[in-house]
Nanobody, 124 residues
């Protein structure tokens, strides 16, 4: 499994970005997927997850109502639409595959095949 995340950049507070995560050498539609982020000096934290079909989603409290996770299995692509961005959203964002069946997993250890990450910087 190879995952590549892109779409990060510098944006002002209140702005929007859409991250994408493209999967290769992998049957993308078979597994739940997730987004995590890691700010400098902090542990990697859960952001959002989505079931293999896209019918179920889960969000951390810090992004609920502002971020939307989605997927296009035909394009082997996972998305994270981020609106109303705040400086505290600044981090490297990673996509990953959830191990096992959909179970609203939120720990990094419940995921595998991490992408290389894309940096999101939100200025105040």
């Amino acid at each position: 499994v190879q995952l590549q995340a892109f779409g990060g950049g510098l944006v002002q507070a209140g702005g929007s970005l859409r991250l994408s995560c493209v999967a290769s050498e992998y049957s993308f539609g078979a597994d739940a997927m997730g987004w995590f982020r890691q700010a400098p000096g902090k542990e990697r934290e859960f952001v959002a997850a989505i079931s293999w079909s896209g019918s179920s989603t889960d969000y951390s409290d810090s992004v609920k109502g502002r971020f939307t996770i989605s997927r296009d299995n035909a394009k082997n692509t996972l998305y994270l639409q981020m609106n109303s961005l705040k400086p505290e959203d600044t981090a490297v964002y990673y996509c990953a595959v959830q191990a096992g069946i959909w179970n609203r997993a939120r720990k990094p250890g419940d995921y595998h095949s991490w992408g290389q990450g894309t940096l999101v910087t939100v200025s105040s």
